[in-house]
Nanobody
Framework: QVRVAESGGGSVRAGGSLRLSCEAS????????MAWYRQFPGKQRELVARINYGGFTNYRDSVKGRFTISRDSAKNTVLLQMNSLQPEGTAVYYC?????????????????WGQGTQVTVSS
């Protein structure tokens, strides 16, 4: 089993910053990617930022230039630095980790999610 633990959510005023952290632990051979999603009430989750095994990153257009995703591969940790936060960024943020297990000559990919952390931005 894989455990995905998020931390760093909270409340901030518009223009402020927060940093989210996520650590993956448990049974896997390697990590394929790590990503952050967010979900607004009544809406589907949407991708905010993603970083893959090779370090390639991609961002949602609305957060480019304000959010930065980074990782510590040795610690299986991903960070999301969020600057210039706006009230429309208020949502539950989820960490998503793609893990790989090699068994019986096969590569098994698994998708793992954290419980989510609330980010609230007030005007």
């Amino acid at each position: 089993q894989v455990r995905v633990a998020e931390s760093g959510g909270g409340s901030v005023r518009a223009g402020g910053s927060l940093r989210l952290s996520c650590e993956a632990s448990g049974s896997f051979d390697s990590i394929n990617f790590m990503a952050w999603y967010r979900q607004f009430p009544g809406k589907q989750r949407e991708l905010v930022a993603r970083i893959n095994y090779g370090g390639f990153t991609n961002y949602r257009d609305s957060v480019k230039g304000r959010f930065t995703i980074s990782r510590d591969s040795a610690k299986n940790t991903v960070l999301l630095q969020m600057n210039s936060l706006q009230p429309e960024g208020t949502a539950v943020y989820y960490c998503n980790v793609g893990t790989i297990i090699r068994a019986e000559g096969r590569r098994h990919e698994n998708d793992n999610w954290g419980q989510g952390t609330q980010v609230t931005v007030s005007s």
